[in-house]
T-cell receptor, first 112, second 111 residues
Framework: DADVTQTPRNRITKTGKRIMLECSQT?????MYWYRQDPGLGLRLIYY???????NKGEISDGYSVSRQAQAKFSLSLESAIPNQTALYFC???????????FGQGTRLTVV | GNSVTQMEGPVTLSEEAFLTINCTYT??????LFWYVQYPGEGLQLLLK?????DKGSNKGFEATYRKETTSFHLEKGSVQVSDSAVYFC??????????FGSGTRLLVRP
């Protein structure tokens, strides 16, 4: 089983719908991140969390919200999806004392 | 703010050619630097890292040296293989423990 698991892997949704992307990890890491990947733009940070009670906005948080339900779970919500939120979304984890992050397989989201 | 700039792709090489992908960064303090690789249909995997000036990260024949004087972390490989075809991302981890990525460089290696 993967250490960082994202569900769903693929999703097509309609404009205006609410959608939740889920991330769970078995690495025991405190830090969790949500990124989106767009062609030619690399990965941009949406939100990050360093523990259950700590939530921080990244560079592109508008239109998104997150929930850290437990140390191992970090969900990303789009309250009212719009087409320019079509992208590949990645969850990542890291731990205190580590400098690198570990990524899930990604969720490909299409908003039509 | 902190940022990473890497050369645009795609980079197309023949098998066994020498590879260089340029990466420069802007950051306060002394960030850790990384190269991540993304194979088709997969997530990102750490390729190599360096945590302080003059450190050399290496893995699978790839190397990069942390050059503080030129704020660079260029990726090199002496002889690429078809299996190296992927997208390569340069990144830094800043003092707030956020990973900041470059825009990615697609590498295509032809037999």
């Amino acid at each position: 089983d993967a250490d960082v698991t994202q569900t769903p892997r693929n999703r097509i949704t309609k404009t205006g719908k609410r959608i939740m992307l889920e991330c769970s990890q078995t690495k025991g890491h405190d830090r969790m991140y949500w990124y989106r990947q767009d062609p030619g733009l690399g990965l941009r940070l949406i939100y990050y969390s360093f523990d259950v009670k700590d939530i921080n906005k990244g560079e592109i948080s508008d239109g998104y919200s997150v929930s850290r339900q437990a140390q191992a779970k970090f969900s990303l919500s789009l309250e009212s999806a719009i087409p320019n939120q079509t992208a590949l979304y990645f969850c990542a984890t890291s731990a205190e004392g580590l400098t690198e992050a570990f990524f899930g397989q990604g969720t490909r989201l299409t908003v039509v | 703010g902190n940022s990473v700039t890497q050369m645009e792709g795609p980079v197309t090489l023949s098998e066994e050619a020498f590879l260089t992908i340029n990466c420069t960064y802007t950051a306060t303090g002394y960030p850790s630097l990384f190269w991540y690789v993304q194979y088709p249909g997969e997530g990102l995997q750490l390729l190599l890292k360096a945590t302080k000036a003059d450190d050399k990260g290496s893995n699978k024949g790839f190397e990069a040296t942390y050059r503080k004087e030129t704020t660079s972390f260029h990726l090199e490989k002496g002889s690429v293989q078809v299996s190296d075809s992927a997208v390569y991302f340069c990144a830094l981890m800043d003092s707030s423990y956020k990973l900041i990525f470059g825009s990615g460089t697609r590498l295509l290696v032809r037999p």
